[in-house]
């Protein structure tokens, strides 16, 4: 087999500084969508993958999942990241989460989360997350008229409600907030903690460290909250393994806080940069939902999985070996020109929007209902209430290539 042609354009997707970059990133994968959507990608130092950017393939490749596994290569990092992950795991230490695992072990360890995260719990959470959503609009208020919208609201009001799931107390929520931040940062120089696989691998141990105290807790006392539901968790009879045990504590705790912060702040800038939707959205409240689907479109924070092709196979014509992965640039799905009219304009009102932000399939994200809460609860509290806001200086996004969004937005504004 000849050596595939690299299209320069995709080369953005193996630059974390792209995603801090909204204007070179979507050029580059417009001209993919038009020109080059299975394009090849070998970037050091990175191992090579076709990236993927069309709407519909994204979406068959995730509905098959027999053909199309997370492991070993889920998410993009570099060669050296992956041999040590690797490594990590064989001598019985590493990151082996949900988005890691293929099926069956995949549905058997998801299932022992998912009551908490269904509508009954939901509801039941939500007099928790309103209260959460008036404490931070009334913080803005005490703080105002300016304030970093990041810093300042969006990254703490999902993670207090993320560890009053798991029943943490707020004395730890600094340690995650830090943990949480150098997790996703590694690849952001504000956030990061070293420079090397090595000392970025030193976050999950602090991880580990942790989570191991809180399942020795809550399996010599159990209550009622989803971290005593992971430490007892089992699996064919089986309690889960000391790994995928912290593993699931790590994914709930850092993805169901950083990702929503990001879609928060994506969200509150959109409406910034947008006034006549955050009119309309004011002068119609009933546009909530809608509205939420599309900052979190206009957002997507988790902006790639991988999977690798367990047998020889095509993807719009393309040729894929056994062997090698793809990558699912979920940030170019939720701009394709075949699905969204318009995909470059802001529309509270846009429906249908079949976005993607969530992933698709076995791998549906399984906090998408608690994220959708959280938003529509903050921005129902915080927009009757803003008679005014405007950016009160440059909005500052992380360098990523996997999960990231705003890190500062400095905002001037009045509340009611």
Same mark, same amino acid.
């Given at each position: 087999m000849s050596t595939p042609i690299v299209n320069p354009a995709a080369k953005v997707l193996a630059d974390p500084t792209a995603y801090a970059d909204d204007d070179r990133l979507h050029a580059a994968l417009a001209e993919l969508r038009a020109h080059d959507p299975v394009a090849w990608v070998d970037v050091w130092p990175y191992r090579p993958f076709w990236a993927i950017t069309k709407h519909a393939d994204i979406m068959a490749i995730e509905r098959d999942n027999e053909l199309f596994l997370s492991e070993p290569r889920p998410l993009l990092s570099t060669a050296a990241a992956d041999d040590l992950a690797k490594a990590q795991l064989e $001598?019985?230490?590493? @990151?082996? /989460?949900?988005?890691?695992? %293929?099926d069956p072990h995949h549905r058997k360890v998801r299932s022992i989360g998912a009551d908490w995260f269904r509508p009954k719990a939901m509801r039941a959470l939500k007099v928790r997350v309103d209260e959460l959503a008036r404490r931070y609009v009334d913080k803005m208020?005490?703080?105002? &008229? #300016?304030? =970093? !919208?990041? /810093?300042?609201? +969006?990254?703490? !009001?999902?993670?207090?409600?993320?560890?009053?799931?798991?029943?943490? &107390?707020?004395? %730890? !929520?600094? *340690?995650?907030? +830090? @943990?949480?931040?150098?997790?996703?940062?590694?690849d952001d120089d504000e956030y990061k903690r070293g420079t090397t696989p090595e000392e970025q691998m030193a976050v999950l141990l602090d991880f580990f460290a942790y989570f191991s105290e809180l399942t020795a807790s809550r399996r010599a006392q159990p209550t009622d909250d989803l971290a005593s539901a992971i430490a007892n968790g089992t699996i064919d009879g089986e309690p889960l393994s000391e790994v995928d045990t912290a593993?699931?504590?790590?994914?709930? $705790?850092?993805?169901?806080?950083?990702?929503?912060? =990001? $879609?928060?702040?994506?969200?509150?800038?959109?409406?910034? =940069?947008? &006034?006549? #939707? @955050?009119?309309?959205?004011? #002068? =119609?409240?009933?546009?909530? &939902?809608? $509205?939420? #689907?599309?900052?979190? *479109?206009?957002s997507t924070p988790v902006k790639e999985f991988m999977r690798t092709a367990s047998a020889d196979t095509t993807v719009r014509g393309v040729d894929i070996a056994a062997g090698e992965s793809v990558y699912l640039a979920y940030v170019s799905g939720n701009r394709d020109e075949e699905v969204f009219t318009d995909p470059f304009r802001f529309d509270v009102g846009r429906d249908p929007n079949k976005h993607v932000a969530f992933g698709y399939g076995v791998h549906f994200c399984l906090g998408a209902a608690l994220a959708r809460m959280e938003m529509n609860s903050l921005f129902t509290e915080l927009v009757p209430r803003l008679s005014s806001v405007e950016l009160a200086g440059p909005p500052e996004l992380s360098a990523t290539t996997f999960v990231g969004g705003l890190k500062h937005l400095p905002i001037r504004y009045a509340l009611r």
């Open positions: $001598a019985g230490m590493g @990151l082996r /989460t949900l988005i890691h695992m %293929d208020a005490d703080i105002g &008229p #300016e304030c =970093d !919208f990041v /810093t300042d609201v +969006a990254v703490d !009001f999902p993670l207090y409600v993320i560890m009053s799931l798991l029943g943490l &107390p707020e004395s %730890d !929520f600094g *340690r995650m907030h +830090a @943990l949480t931040q150098e997790m996703f940062g590694g593993s699931y504590y790590v994914i709930v $705790a850092s993805a169901g806080h950083d990702t929503t912060k =990001d $879609a928060i702040s994506g969200g509150m800038r959109a409406l910034i =940069d947008n &006034p006549a #939707e @955050l009119r309309r959205l004011r #002068e =119609d409240p009933g546009l909530m &939902p809608t $509205a939420v #689907e599309e900052m979190i *479109r206009w």
